[in-house]
């Protein structure tokens, strides 16, 4: 029996060209990933790990130092070990024009595998990745969770011994996100499949066996979650206040001192602080009498924070807008029984709701649930085919180019122009919105001091990190001082230290009076958010408070069910449903 380690690394480095200059993705790591574990890679963008991933594939050789992936040399038999190892990178290569069973068939050609061996395999990764019903569909034609699931399929046709996935859940829903870490748990427990992941999502390296925290091409520390919360005790804290709102006590608490970060976390706001039993609060709040501090269990997220945020007062308190109301009972967005067909396809089926001024609302859904549908009817982008739909007083079905002029729009990918500077980006998007010459000067500065992009400007778009393109999309879409800002998957793919820093701006912004529309696969955002609306299928299954829509699935089992806790809940609920009715 092979007890080598899954990984070993020994003063490895590894560089790359970028024009002139060379860019240290990898600096003289050394470490060693053990066998039949899943271990997560986490860290900021840039930190070195899909880097790390791809020189354990053999797909990049290291400028100096030893590699070595189940006791095999990577740099002196990388064919070897490629035929032992499975990788899936962010983007797997799925040919959509072709049908799940096409895609499987081709993958397994790629990996050897025998013909008398498919049908046996095929049918083992159908069942288990529940895909069996779509062999026959076009993969171009599955949701977002579904071609990740198809992606996971095709890396495990050649059953390798290691599997490497870089950021396997990036941009799908709550739902294929339980059953992708279902099918990961089952490969190590049931298979003794070594499991090596990135991920953006800090609760999942909770679920990992062994954490190696990575940070601008370097090893900050290893070991379990519970050794990095261990290091976290006594310093962190739930507060909360019936006297203030939730984003007013957060921004209070970002001018604290003691405190290092503060997010708000459930109905409550969650701080962390810089040294252990330090957080005094009684010069800070003389003016409020009910305020409650509560010491609760450090996790891992506290320590990634601890140890890699910079402090976000300067963020909270730069970002300022024109005067405002705050959240009021005027009504800014109005959805009376709208439905959207494409054919006999109904997106949408007869959804109803409101959104109010400075009002964060957040549309939920699973992949095809009909939310981006709806994003773009509210929009003016997408017409409805029937129902009412009212933005800014502006009825969307007579007057959609006027309703626009007040909106801010920042799509999933970044409407950036990749081949344009920071300061053409902006000259453009101050251009499309009619900004005249004095207006365009002002703004533009506005953004480029406000999102720290000025020792950037002349940087193409398309070569920042992914968080700075965030910043600029931002920025872009904030321009001309919409009333009301749409938001589409805003932090899909980004990292922990850009979630956090881009929250906190759409906090202030809502503050200050802005009406946020959001749609978000990440739970943990949804705390953000005042109010809800979740889709299946183009239908609402639920609005409310994210308190409201917790307390459905409160129990014994249960007593505190997190945002996702909800979702999955009341997808469970509505699955059940058909199944009894049919």
């Not at 996935?165 to 990036?170: F, N, R, S, V, Y």
């Not at 701080?271 to 009498?289: K, P």
């Not at 007083?393 to 729009?409: E, H, K, N, Q, V």
Request: aromatic fraction near 6%; hydrophobic fraction near 40%; charge should be negative.
């Amino acid at each position: 029996m092979n007890t080598s380690p899954a990984l070993e690394l020994d003063g490895v480095t590894k560089t790359f060209a970028a024009g002139k200059t060379r860019i240290t993705a990898l600096k003289n790591i050394t470490l060693t990933i053990k066998a039949g574990q899943i271990c997560g890679l986490i860290g900021p963008d840039g930190a070195g790990k899909s880097t790390l991933m791809r020189l354990a594939t053999g797909l990049l050789l290291p400028d100096n130092g030893d590699l070595q992936a189940l006791g095999i040399d990577i740099v002196q038999h990388p064919l070897q070990v490629q035929s032992s190892v499975g990788y899936m990178p962010q983007r797997f290569g799925l040919y959509e024009d072709l049908s799940v069973q096409e895609n499987l068939d081709l993958y397994a050609d790629l990996h050897g595998v025998e013909m008398q061996q498919r049908t046996v395999r095929y049918k083992e990764l159908m069942r288990m990745t529940a895909l069996e019903p779509f062999t026959k569909r076009l993969a171009g034609h599955l949701s977002g969770g579904m071609k990740q699931k198809l992606g996971l399929a095709c890396t495990l046709l050649g059953t390798p011994r290691l599997l490497l996935l870089d950021e396997p859940t990036a941009g799908v829903d709550p739902v294929s996100r339980y059953e992708l870490w279902t099918i990961i748990n089952r490969m190590v427990h049931e298979e003794g499949v070594s499991v090596i992941l990135s991920t953006a999502y800090l609760d999942e390296a909770e679920r990992c066996d062994d954490i190696v925290l990575l940070h601008e091409g370097g090893v900050l520390d290893q070991g379990t979650p519970r050794y990095f919360s261990d290091s976290m005790r006594n310093r962190s804290y739930h507060i909360h206040s019936l006297s203030l709102s939730r984003r007013n006590l957060l921004s209070r608490l970002h001018k604290v001192p003691d405190i290092i970060d503060a997010s708000i976390d459930n109905e409550k706001i969650r701080v962390v602080t810089h040294e252990a039993n330090t957080l005094e609060l009684n010069n800070t709040f003389t003016d409020i009498d009910d305020l409650i501090i509560e010491p609760v269990a450090a996790t891992f997220e506290d320590a990634f924070i601890a140890r890699l945020i910079k402090q976000q007062a300067v963020i909270h308190q730069s970002l300022t807008v024109q005067d405002r109301k705050t959240i009021s009972d005027e009504t800014v967005i109005e959805v009376n029984n709208v439905k959207k067909c494409f054919g006999d396809f109904y997106a949408v089926r007869g959804i109803s709701f409101n959104v109010r001024r400075g009002e964060i609302f957040g549309l939920l859904g699973a992949n095809g649930a009909g939310k981006s549908t709806t994003f773009r009817m509210l929009c003016g982008l997408l017409p409805a085919t029937s129902g009412e739909l009212t933005v800014a007083d502006r009825d969307l079905r007579r007057a959609a180019a006027s309703a626009r002029s007040r909106l801010g729009y920042m799509a999933q990918r970044f409407s950036l122009y990749a081949n344009l500077t920071i300061q053409e980006n902006l000259n453009f998007f101050a251009s499309a919105y009619g900004l005249d010459r004095v207006q365009r000067k002002e703004r533009i500065a506005w953004a480029l001091e406000t999102f720290e992009l000025s020792d950037y400007i002349n940087n193409s778009s398309g070569d920042l990190p992914l968080g700075y393109k965030q910043r600029l999309a931002l920025a872009a879409a904030l321009l001309h001082k919409p009333d009301i800002l749409f938001l589409d998957e805003p932090t899909s793919g980004v990292d922990p230290i850009a979630r956090r820093e881009f929250w906190n701006r759409i906090n202030v912004l809502a503050e200050s009076g802005v009406t946020v529309l959001v749609t978000t696969h990440f739970m943990a955002e949804a705390d953000n958010c005042d109010r809800l609306v979740v889709m299946a299928e183009g239908e609402m299954l639920a609005q409310g408070t994210p308190a409201e829509l917790k307390a459905r699935f409160r129990n014994e089992k249960l007593p505190s069910p997190s945002m996702e806790d909800a979702f999955i809940g009341l997808i469970q609920t509505r699955e059940q449903g058909k199944e009894d009715a049919a």
